[in-house]
């Protein structure tokens, strides 16, 4: 949905009507508009303000300010922005988010938030039916990082003291997290496709002491899928503690036509002991909003702690007694809530087609790259993710190169993204190149995470082939 900033402001305009006349019943000064914003107006009354313009225009001043130094950013919006996984928020959730933002909810209690706790409730639930579980404990966070940290938290107040595994190709979300937390932390080996070595791994349970796995459901440099059927397979001779982080995947479980391996381990994740996901990357929400789910309700008694000073509104259960964080933007609530009204979370649905999309225009920029000698490509794109570098003999050269079309495409507009691959993993893909010089290569990388990538995919190639040309690459 493509919609101008004013037909934006249009809609808001009317929503923050609708909700300023609920409030009509507060006293006020007469012949004044009241205000839910907490303004302190001419009257010195909260919640009260003045009708006129800013007479001082030190309002418009800071505001025009703030619009000059915005510009200072890369083009996220744009289908010629295909770098990192930045994704702008639906049109609903951006709405709804400053509609929420006018009540300026806190989601840690209902005292701070009964409407958008209630809305939280209801959009986590829908989330995660989407993998199947009508029976959870879960809730929003501030991001992935946070979301991950609370469900090492709960894996290490279940297993205390284990290890706890993930891919080297893992966010580093996971060994820092259990640095905080103050457990082993310990990487196992990825395949040249990026995922989860298997036998790696059983021969790490082997030696036993391990905790917790987690395994990277669309792993954020090459969107890999770790082998989820074959992980659970190990979970039942082993015992461990399975954790998926799918903050930048999980979406994908609704799409069809997938490879095979990738849809049987999406299928398997109702299988698994706690589920990160990240609404604010495909799930069109803005940052942050990030999402932890446990398919054991009954770990909300780990949470349990006492405070003074809230949770009195209401016997109804309270986020914050479930949750690590504290004061929350119950905005980000109501955001995820609206857009999962307007696009529910369903496989054929239009959310789904939209990621879907996403995928064909990934699919089709790999074959053009590799049908084209002057470019080296690696594993077929599994999500919307597609690494690829020039065509060079030597590593070294590869790596110059890159960072030469890296900056030849941002001056034609075209904005990519880097990403350092070792060696060991290209050799399996680049069999003729000398690696002798460099442990790591230097490689490009796109996020192609708008629907609209797709219908922008020959811009895209005739960049990149204006590019080859233009720095010599044969």
């Known amino acids: 949905m493509n919609l101008s900033v004013q037909q934006e402001l249009a809609i808001l305009a009317q929503a923050l009507g609708r909700l300023e006349s609920g409030f009509q019943h507060l006293p006020g000064a007469p012949g004044q508009r009241r205000s839910v914003s907490g ?13 006129g313009a800013d007479p001082s225009g030190a309002l418009s001043e800071v505001l025009d300010e703030v619009a000059l130094r915005l510009r200072d950013n890369y083009p996220y919006f744009h289908p010629l922005y295909a770098g990192q996984m930045l994704k702008p928020p639906h049109p609903v959730a951006r709405l709804a988010y400053n509609l929420a933002q006018t009540i300026n909810p806190n989601n840690h209690a ?5 409407a958008s706790s209630a809305m939280e409730k209801e959009a986590v639930a829908q989330l995660a039916a989407v993998f199947d579980w009508s029976e959870h404990l879960g809730h929003l966070t501030s991001g992935g990082t946070v979301a991950n940290l609370e469900a090492l938290w709960v894996a290490g107040k279940l297993t205390p003291g284990k290890t706890v595994l993930a891919s080297s190709q ?3 979300t996971h060994s820092r997290v259990s640095d905080v937390l103050q457990l082993p932390f310990e990487s196992v080996t990825a395949d040249s496709n990026g995922r989860m070595d298997t036998s790696a791994l059983e021969a790490r349970l082997q030696r036993g002491d391990v905790g917790t796995v987690v395994a990277s459901v669309g792993t954020t440099g090459f969107g890999a899928v770790d082998p989820l059927p074959d992980i659970l397979r190990l979970r039942q001779q ?10 930048y995947g999980g979406y994908f479980r609704l799409v069809e036509g997938l490879d095979v391996e990738t849809a049987r381990s999406l299928a398997s994740l109702d299988s698994v002991d706690s589920i990160v996901i990240d609404p604010h990357k495909h799930g069109l929400q803005p940052y942050g909003c990030g999402a932890v789910l446990f398919a054991d309700p009954s770990v909300g008694a780990l949470y ?10 209401s016997d109804s259960l309270h ?3 479930i ?3 504290c004061s929350r933007a119950g905005a980000a609530a109501v955001a995820l809530w609206a857009t999962q009204q307007l696009l529910p979370l369903e496989t054929g649905g239009a959310f789904a087609a939209g990621l879907g999309r996403s995928i064909a225009a990934a699919r089709q920029l790999h074959e053009k790259l590799a049908g084209d000698s002057r470019f080296l490509t690696l594993m077929s794109p599994e999500l919307d993710i597609v690494v690829w570098a020039p065509a060079a003999s030597s590593a070294s050269e590869i790596s110059a190169g890159a960072r030469s079309h890296f900056a030849a495409a941002a001056e034609r507009h075209l904005h990519l993204a880097l990403i350092e691959v070792e060696a060991d993993m290209l ?5 003729d190149v000398d690696f002798s010089d460099a442990e790591t290569v230097t490689c490009l990388r796109s996020c192609l995470v708008k629907p609209e990538h797709l219908d922008w995919l020959d811009d895209i190639w005739a960049i990149l082939v204006e590019v080859a040309v233009a720095t010599g690459t044969t």
């Open 238 to 247: 082993y015992g461990f503690r399975l954790h998926a982080d799918a903050a």
């Open 323 to 325: 949750s690590l964080e």
């Open 170 to 172: 893992a966010h580093y």
């Open 304 to 313: 349990q702690h006492e405070s003074p000073y809230t949770y009195f509104s």
């Open 427 to 431: 050799r399996a893909h680049w069999a």
């Open 39 to 51: 303004d302190q107006g001419k009257t010195g009354r909260v919640g009260v303000t003045g009708g």
């Open 319 to 321: 986020l914050g007694e």
């Open 110 to 114: 209902l005292d701070g938030g009964r």
